[in-house]
């Protein structure tokens, strides 16, 4: 049960807007409701084969990987006070740093001009495969390979593509029932709406972790203790 909530957690840290995005544009360019169901569908079969098949075939490494993690893990929580101050300080000038060039940056317009795919089947496999490189994705292959049970990864791959990809089968069910021009119409006029919030919301977080760490940093000289211990 545990697993499962870890799954679900994870599959809605990994949701991604650019399957949806790349429906958006097939369809913008001529696409069919047939065309975009076999899209969302060979995504999800494509992903969900990927991290059965993965967490399947590599049960075993992915078990010895995540011993090796807690090593580190342990080995970092035995560093000397001297090198957390260090530590500390590195991830305080990043975190301000990064602040200031997001408060710096001007607003980006989006190109409006969309770039052609060069077919479903090239979609789908950019899809598929750059799953690779989200950290929740690998997650979840480490929670499958961990229990290497056949069921169970081929349930806890399909909740993570369903959730992280849920922009796109909600659009593609738009698509079905012929709602798909209100649901981008509506879609575009939230994050008009919204992206301002949503990248004030961000930059205020990343000073308030760099606040964090400050105080972290300020408690461990004052007092000699760590907050975040």
């Known amino acids: ?6 799954v679900l957690g994870l599959g809605l840290a990994g949701i991604d807007p650019v399957g949806m995005l790349m429906l958006m544009a097939q369809l913008a360019a001529g696409g069919s409701k047939r065309q975009a169901v076999l899209f969302a569908g060979l995504v999800l079969f494509g992903t969900t084969l990927l991290g059965v098949a993965l967490s399947t075939l590599l049960g075993s490494s992915l078990n010895k990987l995540s011993d090796f993690i807690g090593e580190v893990g342990t080995a970092i929580n035995q560093l000397p006070d001297a090198s957390w101050i260090w530590i500390d300080v590195a991830l305080i000038a990043l975190l301000i740093y990064w602040g200031i060039r997001r408060d710096n940056q001007k607003e980006i317009k989006e190109n409006q001009s969309e770039k052609k795919i060069t077919g479903i089947w090239a979609g789908v496999v950019f899809m598929v ?29 399909t909740i993570w593509v369903l959730l992280s990809q849920a922009p796109l089968f909600l659009l593609t069910i738009a698509v079905i029932f012929n709602q798909h021009e209100k649901f981008v119409l509506e879609f575009n006029a939230f994050m008009d709406k919204y992206r301002p919030i949503l990248n004030r919301g961000l ?27």
């Open 1 to 6: 049960m545990a697993n499962l909530v870890t």
């Open 203 to 229: 930059t205020g977080l990343i000073y308030i972790l760099a606040g964090v760490f400050t105080l972290d940093l300020a408690l461990y000289l004052l007092a000699g203790s760590w907050l975040l211990a």
């Open 129 to 157: 495969f750059t799953a690779l490189t989200d950290p929740s994705f690998l997650a979840v292959l480490a929670i499958s390979g961990h229990r290497n049970h056949f069921l169970l990864s081929l349930l806890y791959s």
